[in-house]
Nanobody, 120 residues
C-alpha cells in the first residue's frame, strides 16, 4: 500500500491550496483518512480527519478555513485550504488506516509529505 500526496506549493497569505492524496495497492478497506502537518522544529499535529462514512474532525487552528473530503471510489482524500496564514507553513502528510486483502486487521500508512509555504 502506498499513499501519494500532491498539491503543495507556495502561496501568499489569504490564498488557497488544495492537497490530494491517493491510496493504491491491495486495499480491502480504508477506514480513517487524514492530514497531519509538521512545521520545522515542531511535532506532527493532526490537521483534519475523515471516516469512511464522512464524519470529520479538525484541529482547532484550521476550523472554518480547511475542509477535508474523500472519494471512496477512487481511494482519495483531499484537503481544501482557504484563508491561509503564514503559520500554516509546514510539510503536510496524508495518513490512512487501511486493511489489506492479505491480512485481517488494519494498519496506519503515511504519505511522503508535501510542502506548503505561506508568505505574508
Amino acid at each position: 500500500v502506498q499513499l501519494q500526496a500532491s498539491g503543495g506549493g507556495s502561496v501568499q497569505a489569504g490564498g488557497s491550496l488544495r492537497l490530494s492524496c491517493a491510496a493504491s495497492g491491495s486495499i480491502f478497506s480504508i477506514y480513517v483518512m487524514g492530514w497531519y502537518r509538521q512545521a520545522p522544529g515542531a511535532q506532527r499535529d493532526l490537521v483534519a480527519s475523515i471516516t469512511s462514512d464522512s464524519s470529520t474532525s479538525y484541529g482547532d487552528s484550521v476550523k472554518g478555513r480547511f475542509t477535508i473530503s474523500r472519494d471512496n471510489a477512487k481511494n482519495m482524500v483531499y484537503l481544501q485550504m482557504n484563508s491561509l496564514k503564514p503559520e500554516d507553513t509546514a510539510v503536510y502528510y496524508c495518513n490512512a488506516v487501511i486493511q489489506k486483502y492479505s491480512i485481517g486487521y488494519a494498519l496506519t500508512y503515511w504519505g511522503q509529505g508535501t510542502l506548503v509555504t505561506v508568505s505574508s
